[in-house]
């Protein structure tokens, strides 16, 4: 148990559709980490949000789009979804320190998304 | 391009053998390297995690090893059982502090 919990487990949409994907962080933890999964593929860095302000962003769309909120959850937001947005989608907490530039990720169990 | 390149992407190996997981990346700075277990469907388990000031770490009949200087790190898995068949990802912490992964090994152990 990594303590970080995410919301709902599976999810099926339509291609036009907008999603909301959700995740609770560890307790503390002030750095929120979102990827995408594709099937046998590693997992993409989606976007990073630090203290509630988007911290970098991987190689995605602004469909793709997140908020992180004071009690350490966070919500992915997806407009307009395609085929290829098929996937798992994790979401990983940390307390990122930057006196020593470095952290552990804790991530959550994932959200299963399938848009047809 | 900061990459990280795992090989082989399936292992299969009987039950009580030793084995070892490579994990290649392109990029020596990095802050950390971590390796994973997912099992199928599932999300990520962290297994080890190595600080770019470390060699290596152990956990139980786990050991991960890292040579910065070669771009190379390796989850040496002792006395294998089939409990330990999942996919294994490894992942580094480059410069831009975000996790960059590989595609994994699946490994099967053999009963």
């Given at each position: 148990e990594t303590g970080v919990t995410q919301s709902p487990t599976h999810l099926i949409k339509t291609?036009?559709?907008?999603?909301?994907?959700?995740?609770?962080?560890?307790?503390?933890?002030?750095?929120?980490?979102?990827?995408?999964?594709?099937?046998?593929?590693?997992?993409?860095?989606?976007?990073?949000?630090?203290?509630?302000?988007?911290?970098?962003?991987?190689?995605?769309?602004?469909?793709?789009?997140?908020?992180?909120?004071?009690?350490?959850?966070?919500?992915?937001?997806v407009n307009a979804l395609e085929l290829d947005d098929s996937a798992l989608y994790l979401c990983a907490s940390s307390l990122w320190r930057r006196t020593s530039g470095s952290y552990e990720q804790y991530f959550g169990p994932g959200t299963r998304l399938t848009v047809t | 391009k900061q990459e990280v390149t795992q090989i082989p992407a399936a292992l299969s190996v009987p039950e009580g053998e030793?084995?070892?997981?490579?994990?290649?990346?392109?990029?020596?700075?990095?802050?950390?390297?971590?390796?994973?277990?997912?099992?199928?469907?599932?999300?990520?388990?962290?297994?080890?995690?190595?600080?770019?000031s470390q060699r290596e770490q152990t956990s139980g009949r786990l050991n991960a090893s890292l040579d910065k200087s070669s771009g190379r790190?390796?989850?040496?898995?002792?006395?294998?059982?089939?409990?330990?068949?999942?996919t294994y990802l490894c992942a580094v912490v480059f410069g831009n502090e975000k996790l960059t992964f590989g595609t994994g090994t699946r490994l099967t152990i053999i009963p």
């Open positions: 291609r036009g559709q907008q999603v909301t994907l959700r995740c609770s962080s560890q307790s503390g933890h002030n750095t929120v980490s979102w990827y995408q999964q594709a099937l046998g593929q590693g997992p993409q860095f989606i976007f990073q949000y630090y203290r509630e302000e988007e911290n970098g962003r991987g190689n995605f769309p602004p469909r793709f789009s997140g908020l992180q909120f004071p009690n350490y959850s966070s919500e992915l937001n | 030793n084995l070892v997981l490579n994990c290649s990346f392109t990029d020596s700075a990095i802050y950390n390297l971590q390796w994973f277990r997912q099992d199928p469907g599932k999300g990520l388990t962290s297994l080890l995690l190595i600080q770019s790190s390796t989850l040496y898995i002792a006395a294998s059982q089939p409990g330990d068949s999942a």
